[in-house]
């Protein structure tokens, strides 16, 4: 919150009038001649110990204005000079009071001056802080419409995407059953054609690869654009990547590809939709077993990073890593590296979709020693149940 | 030779009941018998007395479930295993829920037909 704005008196905010500041040098000169011209008044007393602070006082006076208090200074001034000065030279001793109580009235209005520089430092003070804040709500100012830009950014591509989902769920319908004929009357024709008939045999083959990756296509969209929403309960990590495992494991099989488990015992358990995670594992041991070539090997670990409260999940390949220029679009929906028919890009789309919907992060490195790794990290300490 | 297990195959899409049936009678293990409409599958069920039937769900004119519960409705289809063979659930889904979802089976369109083969053929032979 800004701090109101105090309003500070200027140093000339009431000036003091012409005449009163005639009036004021004529006194002080007065003052100052007679207490040249009669010496053994004033001096006696400590002419410039005594009167000297006054003029401070006076210019003090004069500054905030307060013109009747600076004509009475000058004016006393004047007369306790000509007064002391006349009655020392005439002989006639005046007592000490009258000038003590003049010297009083000026120290006063001296602190009443150093009250008004209190009040104009604390009044900068006052505004330096205002001006503090007034930065730090700019900056809040600011953070805040970033935020409200992502927000409004997630909002328009969540209605995007629920319209999406609305138009997938209703194509996918469309699109499986046609799939359906088409499949069933290949699988019959092949029945029919004889082995030796290479060619028609090969476009049979080609059209049940091409049915098959019609469908994956369209299972991709409808996990990436289907209602986000997860059923989390308190699971064990390990037994779900084991699920996982044995979904891909003749895939692994057929890409002759060895597959590591290093799972760590007593891991803490996490808010998990079992069915949905499975899913993401699916589809990163899938690309990973997509990358690493014949004879290569696939790791998946599981531990708790010391110091930390998180849990890691990592699969590792020993592939050919990611090209760089790749590496920032990973993540984007329809973007793949592997070969036409080999991906629909939407595997790492839902991955993460599903990973964030766990408020998890997922990332992608290279390895320093070749191939490429899929980092998923949980919070426990807001994960655990 | 044994006899040929009778298959009732029901979708309003004709041209999935047309090829299923032909890949299925292709087998020589069955003999299909189609209908296109859900409304109609209560009366070809009671007259050719199906050992399965493979039934769709979302249809034009009648739902599937709606048709499901006519069948169980009457006496002599009441044990007919019926086995539904839709476009409304993903493959994952049926594997994840054990094949079943809500006591019936299930098959996720689109899939290859000896799979079909293979779930008619867990079926007949589990009801008896």
Known sequence: ?385 | MPPKQRILLVDDEATITRTLKLYLEGTGLYEVRTENRGAAALTAARAFQPHLILLDIAMADMDGGEVAEQIRGDDALKHTPIVFLTALVKKREVVASGGAIAGYPYIAKPIEPDKVVQVIQRHIQASG
Not at chain 1, 71 to 96: H, R
């Open chain 1, 1 to 385: 919150m800004i701090a109101s704005r105090r309003r500070l008196s200027a140093p000339h905010g009431r000036a003091v009038p012409p005449r009163a500041l005639a009036i004021s040098a004529g006194a002080l000169t007065v003052a100052f001649v007679g207490a040249w011209l009669f010496p053994e008044g004033l001096v006696e007393f400590g002419f410039l110990e005594w009167l000297l602070p006054i003029i401070p006082a006076f210019l003090l006076c004069y500054y905030r204005g307060w013109t009747r208090l600076m004509v009475l200074l000058a004016a006393a001034m004047a007369l306790l000079s000509v007064g002391y000065g006349v009655a020392g030279f005439a002989g006639i001793n005046l007592p000490e009071w009258p000038v003590i109580c003049f010297v009083i009235a000026a120290y006063i209005a001296i602190a009443l001056g150093a009250g008004w520089f209190r009040e104009v430092r604390a009044a900068i003070d006052e505004r330096r802080a205002a001006e503090d804040e007034l930065r730090q709500a700019y900056l809040d100012l600011r953070a805040s419409h970033s935020d409200l830009q992502l927000a409004y950014w997630k909002l328009i591509e969540s209605g995007r995407l629920e319209s999406v989902g609305r138009l997938a769920a209703g194509v996918a319908h469309e699109v499986k059953n046609p799939l359906m004929t088409l499949l069933t009357g290949v699988h019959y024709l092949m029945q029919r054609v004889p082995a030796a008939d290479g060619n028609v045999r090969t476009l049979l083959d080609d059209m049940h690869t091409a049915a098959m990756r019609a469908d994956a296509v369209i299972m991709g969209l409808l996990d990436f654009a289907t209602p986000r929403e997860v059923a989390l309960m308190p699971e064990h990590l390990n037994p779900v990547v084991k699920r996982a495992v044995d979904l891909v494991k003749h895939e692994l099989i057929a890409a002759r590809v060895t597959l590591a488990l290093a799972l760590s015992d007593g891991l803490p358990r996490l808010a998990l939709d079992a069915f949905k995670f499975q899913q993401v594992l699916v589809n990163v041991l899938t690309n990973a077993a997509h990358a690493t070539p014949p004879g290569g090997r696939i790791t998946v670990r599981t531990y708790n990073r010391v110091g930390h409260d998180v849990l890691i999940l990592e699969v590792e390949d020993s592939g050919t890593g990611i090209p760089e220029e790749a590496m920032g679009k990973l993540f984007d929906p329809f973007f793949t590296t592997k070969p036409t028919g080999k991906g629909t890009g939407l595997g790492l789309a839902v991955a993460r979709q599903i990973v964030e919907m766990h408020r998890a992060s997922i990332t992608i490195a290279n390895r320093p020693e070749g191939g490429a790794r899929v980092t998923i990290a949980f919070d426990v300490l807001k994960e655990s149940p």
